[in-house]
């Protein structure tokens, strides 16, 4: 049918840069709102960042003038600029979709995002 898969998680210390991606395969008309979540032990599934299939963007406002989201339409993939770290950034990041012509959306397995000294 149709995955989800994120990558580019990983170890970085405070102030540094990652860049996750997430990419969407299988039978796909298009896709459409696509988002990046986060999650730690314990505690619910936060939106970190959304766009539309024309690119308007909406973000956390912990996470605003740091992190940019954006999408290649024609890859049916998804990134997520992470820029100046901090710990309370740490977390497992999820990628959602929705994605046409299916109903509801769909959700990736989760990449670890670590920021420690």
């Known amino acids: 049918q149709v995955q989800l898969v994120e990558s580019g998680g990983g170890l970085v210390q405070p102030g540094g840069s990652l860049r996750l991606s997430c990419a969407a395969s299988g039978t796909i008309f298009s896709t459409n709102i696509m988002a990046w979540y986060r999650q730690t032990p314990g505690k619910e599934r936060d939106l970190v960042a959304r766009i539309t299939s024309d690119g308007s963007t909406n973000y956390a406002d912990s996470v605003k003038g740091r992190f940019t989201i954006s999408r290649d339409n024609a890859k049916n993939t998804m990134y997520l600029q992470m820029n100046n770290l901090k710990p309370d950034d740490t977390a497992v990041y999820y990628c959602?979709?929705?994605?046409?012509?299916?109903?509801?959306?769909?959700w990736g397995q989760g990449t670890q995002v670590t920021v420690s000294s």
């Open positions: 959602n979709a929705r994605i046409i012509p299916y109903a509801g959306t769909f």
